[in-house]
Nanobody, 115 residues
Framework: QVQLVESGGGLVQPGGSLRLSCAAS????????VAWFRQAPGKQRELVAS???????NYADSVKGRFTIFRDNAKNTVYLQMNNLKPEDTAVYYC?????????WGQGTQVTVSS
């Protein structure tokens, strides 16, 4: 089973940037579609971005043009580059298979966008 560990969250001002990392203990290629999810207080978990092993990507409308998901195969890691952050981006971010019921979820990494 591939284990995923998220990191890179923190406190940033609106308009700032963060890069989240998702390190895999096994091969990231074992997950055909890897995705970033987020869950804000009082809200349900939502899909933010996804990427296939072939490099195809999809994004939620709310983050298109601001977020980029990409892989570093040499480091067996998937990233989420977040630019022009907004307060509504505040949430705990998780890296997981696009299928929520597959495998176990990690602790996520907190992203807080505030002045």
């Amino acid at each position: 089973q591939v284990q995923l560990v998220e990191s890179g969250g923190g406190l940033v001002q609106p308009g700032g940037s963060l890069r989240l990392s998702c390190a895999a203990s096994g091969s990231i290629f074992a997950i055909y579609v890897v995705a970033w999810f987020r869950q804000a207080p009082g809200k349900q978990r939502e899909l933010v971005a996804s990427a296939t092993t072939g490099g195809y990507t999809n994004y939620a409308d709310s983050v298109k043009g601001r977020f980029t998901i990409f892989r570093d195969n040499a480091k067996n890691t998937v990233y989420l580059q977040m630019n022009n952050l907004k307060p509504e981006d505040t949430a705990v971010y998780y890296c997981h298979d696009i299928r929520p019921a597959i495998g176990s979820w990690g602790q996520g990494t907190q992203v807080t966008v505030s002045s």
